[in-house]
Nanobody
C-alpha cells in the first residue's frame, strides 16, 4: 500500500522559512519515476489549491502566489520531494499536502500544518 508522509510544518514569523518534506513508501523506485509529485494547500474555509508540482524529469510549475519564494525538488532514488518555502507570508498559512499523481491514480499525504504569524 502506498503511503505519503509529510514533515517539516510548524509556526514561523512572516519573512521566515520552512522546508517541507514528503517521503513515499510502498512504491518501488522505478514506479516512483512515473509520478508527478506536488504540494497542495488548504486554508480554513478555502478550497485546496495547487502550490507546486515537479515531474520525474524535473519540470516544475508554481502557483503565481508562491513564484520566486518557494522551490520544489525531488530525489527519485530516495522517493522524496521537498518544498523549500522562503519569505513566508501570513496568507501562506494552511495545511500542506503532498501528492503523487499519474494518469488517473492519485495518492495524498495526511497533511502538515504551516502557520505564519504577522
Amino acid at each position: 500500500q502506498v503511503h505519503l508522509v509529510e514533515s517539516g510544518g510548524g509556526l514561523v514569523q512572516a519573512g521566515g522559512s520552512l522546508r517541507l518534506a514528503c517521503r513515499v513508501s510502498g512504491m518501488i523506485t522505478s514506479v516512483f519515476w512515473g509520478y508527478t509529485m506536488g504540494w497542495f494547500r488548504q486554508a480554513p474555509g478555502k478550497e485546496r489549491e495547487l502550490v507546486a508540482t515537479i515531474t520525474s524529469g524535473g519540470g516544475r510549475t508554481y502557483a503565481d502566489s508562491v513564484k520566486g519564494r518557494f522551490t520544489i525538488t525531488r530525489d527519485n532514488s530516495k522517493k522524496t520531494t521537498t518544498l523549500q518555502m522562503n519569505a513566508l507570508k501570513p496568507e501562506d498559512t494552511a495545511v500542506y499536502y503532498c501528492n503523487a499523481a499519474q494518469s488517473s491514480v492519485d495518492y495524498w499525504g495526511q497533511g502538515t500544518q504551516v502557520t505564519v504569524s504577522s
